[in-house]
């Protein structure tokens, strides 16, 4: 699978996407002498997407793995079309419109990263060391809308 944010790719390893349920815009009232609640529903508002990873690729320093980092830094704020891929029709392709990357937050544990892989197992071509950190990609989905021919 492959992670793609405005036609770019996302350099790694990922899970699946965790996206959070959307809100739900309702107003819920009591009405005396009626049982129940009545609702007035106005539709649904945006959610947030989650994405572990593991972001590495043929970064051979500690340096170019900070690099690349400050430049998702420099794309939080950037509104788009978040794109799941199959590689090699494996995993589940899913779509994404009018998200906003929030940005890449690195694990908090130490053996997160940023570390050398020194065996070179992240690396098909063995480059070592293959620097790698571990962390979430966060996004939010301004408006939850069906894939249709008109409207994704």
Not at 69 to 77: E, K, P, Q, S, Y
Not at 120 to 131: A, C, I, Q, R, Y
């Amino acid at each position: 699978m492959a992670i793609y944010f405005n036609n770019r790719f996302i350099e790694g390893t990922h899970q699946s996407p965790n996206p959070a349920r959307p809100g739900l815009m309702v107003k819920r009232t009591l009405f005396s002498g009626v049982i129940g609640e009545s609702e007035i529903r106005q539709g649904s508002k945006g959610r947030a997407i989650v994405i572990p990873i593991k972001i590495h690729s043929h970064f051979q320093t500690a340096e170019q793995l900070a690099a690349y980092i400050r430049g998702l830094d420099a794309r939080v704020g950037e509104h788009g079309l978040l794109e799941i891929q199959r590689r090699n029709g494996v995993g589940a392709p899913a779509i994404y419109p009018f998200c906003t990357f929030e940005g890449f937050e690195k694990d908090p544990t130490p053996d997160a990263g940023p570390l050398p892989d020194l065996v070179g197992t992240l690396e098909p071509d063995g480059v070592k060391p293959s620097w790698w950190i571990d962390g979430m990609l966060y996004f939010h989905q301004l408006a939850v809308v069906e894939q249709g021919p008109n409207n994704g």
